[in-house]
T-cell receptor, first 114, second 113 residues
């Protein structure tokens, strides 16, 4: 079974500052990793995914994440945030075969301050 | 590609009533998933369809819950005899294989009073 831990429930950051949202996972098998963003009263939108290959993954809206197998982490980063990045961010893991169901973390609320 | 559509967006119902939600996935996607999200939590897996076959159900899906996907197109999720604990956002997602990731709908927010 897999599990995902997002240690930070809330992260406040000033506009144009860098941000890192942390995600650690646990799994006994190979996994795929994802980051999704959720704006209020909306569904989830895929930011980026790691399937294989390069451990640095670039996504939409200037976000990137680095897969670290030894530390079982997949932290999300952005060098300069905007007010519009204020949202809930979810890390998710899935097995590489079978149903591909996702196990989500509890989310990190990013609040960008002016 | 019109995305994943869910209907209704909001539903308020009295405890004990039955409710049904609909999900229309992206037409070429053969995989369909239902998730439940409560306040302050990440989405939790409920069930999965590949085409019309329901291949996995979570233990969260009690006997009061049933899902269908006739003809491998749209899907419905029915909750019978609703309880206050059923209040949540119900999310539908579809995909055409793992490499693409899921596309989520906007969800149906259920409030049981």
């Amino acid at each position: 079974a897999q599990s995902v831990t997002q240690l930070d429930s809330q992260v406040p950051v000033f506009e144009e500052a860098p941000v890192e949202l942390r995600c650690n996972y646990s799994s006994s098998v190979s996994v795929y990793l994802f980051w999704y963003v959720q704006y209020p009263n909306q569904g989830l939108q895929l930011l980026l995914k790691y399937l294989s290959g390069s451990t640095l993954v670039k996504g939409i809206n200037g976000f990137e994440a680095e897969f670290n197998k030894s530390q079982t982490s997949f932290h999300l980063r952005k060098p300069s945030v905007h007010i519009s990045d204020t949202a809930e961010y979810f890390c998710a893991v899935s097995e590489t075969s079978g149903t591909y169901k996702y196990i989500f973390g509890t989310g990190t609320r990013l609040k960008v301050l002016a | 590609d019109t995305g994943v559509s869910q209907d209704p967006r909001h539903k308020i119902t009295k405890r004990g009533q039955n409710v049904t939600f609909r999900c229309d996935p992206i037409s070429e996607h053969n995989r369909l998933y239902w998730y439940r999200q409560t306040l302050g939590q990440g989405p939790e897996f409920l069930t999965y369809f590949q085409n019309e076959a329901q291949l996995e159900k979570s233990r969260l899906l009690s006997d009061r819950f049933s899902a269908e996907r006739p003809k491998g197109s749209f899907s419905t999720l029915e909750i019978q005899r609703t309880e206050q604990g059923d209040s949540a956002m119900y999310l539908c997602a579809s995909s055409q294989g793992q490499a693409t990731g899921y596309t989520f709908g906007s969800g149906t927010r259920l409030t049981v009073v």
